[in-house]
């Protein structure tokens, strides 16, 4: 199976990237230094461990994230980068953070459970003490039924899940027949997607508003508070925001996330009939003495005349969510990309271009900081109106999929940077990194450079236990990370933009895209 | 390697059951209606929902296992069973709950953490804030460092651990391999291992006495409570006892043990010299209005004239740990154990011998529930004095290996039953069942039948999470059971003790132990 797989990676290969014939150099004497600070000297792990345990959650808009991106332009310059700085990428909202979080059971009998608040819920004005009720709502006419019942309850409004048990491991590598599979070109959507897509959307906003609906109901009838389950076994639980962030969004009710089983089993002995009370108290908070949302910026100045003006890019959010210290999300990619940064550093090499390092604030809330920096400095991709900058703009390179080393790299379908990508892959093929693919890969910053042509990436990377354990839950702490594959993704990181600084011409591009007017 | 393993049993079975020619019977019929009834119209996980979601969790002693033998004695009564009853086994000692649990660091940032008061530790008096302090403690010496520093300090005292990834399955079963080897011989201890044993156990006490002195200086300087951890992932943690329950013991500080990702933040901040600050509070009462234990007993009368005086006996224990509803630990036994009486009673079976199920109290604290009702009815090990009944006693089945279905049977060395056992098996092979191994398994209830010579018997069950997830932690609930697998052990169970009261003899005993007086 694994000499199947490499063969048709080989026969990709040969089949794609004819175009470009000539051989990109890579030099090994730099990748050797690179390696070997990276190896043998590497800081990843302490920076990660002030990241997370040091410095806890980083929710966009709260002091946790004011606290870190002022450590880490602290860090940036004490490293010797230059023009370390906070950079306004226009207008968040409301910052929120929690001080207490607390729910247990106390009839029938007494039992501690583990809950977060939401992001952007109001706290319960200290201890609450009340009766567990299920609300059950398919169609709006369901609501009826609860009219009078709700005044004080504590409302269970998500369904109960599977909690499965766990014979196949939490955590996973990629195989060489998933590297195979990653490699494979991408196939065109088939007919009727868009129609499927359109009505998927139609069912989504038509939940969506029906929730709205229980909400405005919960609320009308004075419910105490809400508790929900979006998943996660054996302690672990999923978080997310529970009201809008805007300024003017009306607040919500107290509402805590909690793990399947704590939740079934809330769920079940109501649907017995049994009587369950409960007692929660959560403290949050808002801060609103400052909206405004922040990039962490730093840079290795170019050193080439006619090209110390161009950019290469790298980066990845320092946001968080704020039931742990995000550690694999994305503290982890903030580490490499620093550490990258530092290696370079310290190993006093001299770009040609400049090397900037930009740390994404509120990409959890739909890449607001990327896309923010990209609409001020580079291009709007609502009208394509493009600056200066943009032409000056070789590429950005981006980390957000976890702990797990570097395998490859996406081309976001740009066929002619695909042989660079395989050179300068070849000498980490032995760590494991060989894997170049034409697929998209979606969900993180990259995009917001993509958006409008310009050559925007993100690693393919191990999986480990994003999925299972760490992305947005309350286990994605310190603990989670695996250091010799953030050392690794440190080396390969610095190695690719060494070399995209000294590169005769800046990385190809697609063609532009067409202006996408915001919906 | 299946067919391999295979044969090794097939060869073990012919050099080792040659003494007992003759064939035991077994009753199709009746096995047959057993199934039906058990896989049919099975009421485990309701009797399981019972016993977890809806009476909690059952220390000793505690309110919770008062409640849940009241409610299997009721249960039992209404399905038909004779004399259910509570038998006071002896003296506990004082019980225990807690009314809230709550911990969090609130400096450097906020986070609420995982955790649980350890059983017998007194409540904190409110919520109490303070300065965590890593107390390390190799020899007595070490102890002179933290003199006059710990007052109202939140104290660590256990090494941090390492948080694995987990590349393997949380849960698994027996392969045939695995059977295999259960189903081996035992072999005699090496020469020169009581010699380790004994040093082991020294190390042991002087280990627990060191302890012992750390705990009495925490407690003369002043220190708020501790904090400690022996281990579980991903917001999995174990419980234990922080305290004696005997009524004289005395008051120890309060305690609160967690997993280990969150303990160990709170080390590497101390050894890296952050300041942390925490805050937390529990609630714990202790009840001393009635100091007994007790078992919950019930029967279904024999009906031969000359046998019904004659017992077979089936139980598990009853208690479980405080952190969650005791499901895998041991609810499933009970369940099974109660399913299996029911299983009978519902198919009208007379049996000839008198069947009785008993589930035991302070299994956790040293199987003093089945040991008391060992020693007050058939005899007592230190002295082998022997009762009437002990003559009259044919067999005691357990089950308390978590939520696996039964692969098969220990004998615990009774050469003479295993062909019994094989013959009895032979039915449930088709279900998973069929190694029947001379070799001894420990640590539960069934030893206190062995100790006075008389048949007790533990299933071999597949572990599933057992020892990752369930055994003693916090996630020990309803939704971690295997419905499947405790029917199908409701069933085994249900045929074994059938064919055990239908037999014409009493089960074969081994040789009578030599007493074992107290240490």
Excluded: C
Excluded at 51 to 75: E, I, Y
Excluded at 171 to 180: P, S, T, V
Excluded at 199 to 216: F, G, I, N, P, W
Excluded at 309 to 325: K, Q, R
């Amino acid at each position: 199976m694994k000499k199947t797989s490499l063969l048709l990676v080989a026969l990709f290969l040969q089949v794609g990237y004819t175009a470009q014939a000539q051989q990109e150099p890579v030099n090994l004497d730099i990748v050797n230094k690179i390696k070997k600070e990276g190896l043998e000297n590497s800081k990843v792990m302490e920076t990660a461990f002030y990241l997370t345990d040091v410095n806890g959650s980083r929710l966009s808009g709260s002091t946790g994230l004011a606290r870190a991106n002022n450590w880490t332009k602290k860090q940036l310059t004490e490293w010797g980068l230059k023009n370390a700085r906070l950079e306004e990428w226009g207008e968040f909202g409301k910052g929120w953070e929690f001080e207490k979080s607390y729910v247990a059971i106390t009839a029938p009998y007494y039992q501690h459970l583990i809950a977060t608040p939401k992001a952007w819920t109001p706290g319960t004005n200290g201890l609450q003490k009340g009766e567990a009720m299920l609300v059950t709502v398919e169609k709006e006419e369901d609501l009826a039924k609860y009219k009078g019942q709700l005044k004080g309850k504590i409302v269970l409004v998500s369904n109960p899940r599977e909690a499965t048990t766990t014979f196949e491991a939490d955590a996973k590598r990629y195989a060489e027949e998933d590297l195979a599979k990653i490699a494979e070109p991408p196939v065109a959507a088939p007919a009727g997607q868009n129609n499927n897509a359109n009505s998927r959307r139609e069912q989504y906003l038509a939940m969506m508003q029906l929730r709205t609906k229980v909400s405005d109901m919960l609320k009308a009838e004075g419910a105490a508070a809400v508790l929900s389950s979006r998943g996660g076994l054996h302690g672990t639980h999923y978080t997310s925001n529970g009201a809008p962030y805007a300024v003017d969004a009306p607040v919500a009710l107290p509402e805590l996330e909690m793990g399947t089983e704590d939740y079934n089993r809330l769920v079940r002995l109501l649907k017995a009939g049994q009587k369950v009370e409960l007692e929660l108290e959560t403290k949050t908070k808002f801060l609103d003495s400052d909206l405004k949302g922040y990039n962490v910026l730093a840079e290795i100045p170019g050193t080439d005349r006619k090209l110390k003006d161009e950019v290469v890019l790298i980066g990845g959010h320092i946001d968080s969510w704020h039931a742990s210290t995000g550690a694999t999300d994305n503290a982890a990619g903030v580490a490499v990309m620093m550490e990258a940064m530092r290696i370079l550093q310290a190993t006093g090499i001299k770009p040609k271009r400049t090397i900037r390092i930009a740390l994404w604030g509120a990409e959890e809330q739909g890449l607001h900081g990327s896309r923010g920096y990209v609409k001020k400095n580079l291009g709007d991709p609502a009208t394509m109106k493009l600056t200066k900058a943009h032409e000056k703009f070789s590429a950005y390179y981006n980390l957000d999929n976890g702990t797990g080393k570097i395998r490859g790299i996406y081309t976001q379908g740009n066929e002619q940077v695909a042989p660079t990508f395989e050179a300068w892959l070849a000498p980490f093929h032995e760590m494991g990194a060989k894997t170049v693919t034409l697929k998209n890969t979606g969900g993180t910053d990259h995009l917001s450079f993509d958006a409008v042509g310009l050559p925007g990436f993100q690693f393919i990377q191990d999986e480990i236990d994003y999925d299972t354990r760490t992305h947005h839950t309350n286990q994605d702490s310190y603990d989670r990370l695996q250091a010799d594959d953030l050392k690794q993704a440190s080396v390969i990181v610095a190695s690719f933009i060494y070399h995209t600084a000294m590169r005769d011409k800046k990385l190809p591009r697609k063609p532009l895209p067409a202006p996408k007017p915001a919906l």
